[in-house]
């Protein structure tokens, strides 16, 4: 069975720094695309970040290039989301999801198999 686990969300001030994970497993994370989404009250979902496990290639959205920074453990079971710099925008539930092949895809309907969630909230 696919599992992702997303951790590490909460409540912080603007201007700090929060650390997400997930933790995938059910399958092999070799060719694949992990991938970062937020999704705000009335909001659509959209992507934030995606990394492709079988290579460098990596995905930001404009709104969070230089404060965000998506990377993956050794293993290529684990994904993380560094996000500093946080802005009231940001606040958002975030989801880990993955879709299989190479294409670079960062629509929400690309991807097949989600985490449930974690909310990250940053005050002003």
């Known amino acids: 069975q696919v599992q992702l686990v997303e951790s590490g969300g909460g409540s912080v001030q603007a201007g700090g720094s929060l650390r997400l994970s997930c933790a995938a497993s059910?399958?092999?994370?070799?060719?694949?695309?992990l991938a970062w989404f937020r999704q705000a009250p009335g909001k659509e979902r959209m992507v934030v970040a995606a990394?492709?496990?079988?290579?460098?290639?990596?995905h930001y959205a404009d709104s969070v290039k230089g404060r965000f920074t998506i990377s993956q453990d050794n293993a290529k079971n684990t994904v993380y989301l560094q996000m500093n710099s946080l802005k009231p925008e940001d606040t958002a539930t975030y989801y880990c999801?993955?879709?299989?092949?190479?294409?670079?895809?960062?629509?929400?309907?690309?991807?097949?198999?989600w985490g449930q969630g974690t909310q990250v909230t940053v005050s002003s």
């Open positions: 059910g399958f092999t994370s070799g060719s694949t695309w």
């Open positions: 999801a993955v879709r299989w092949g190479w294409e670079p895809f960062f629509n929400p309907g690309d991807y097949n198999f």
């Open positions: 990394i492709y496990t079988g290579g460098t290639n990596t």
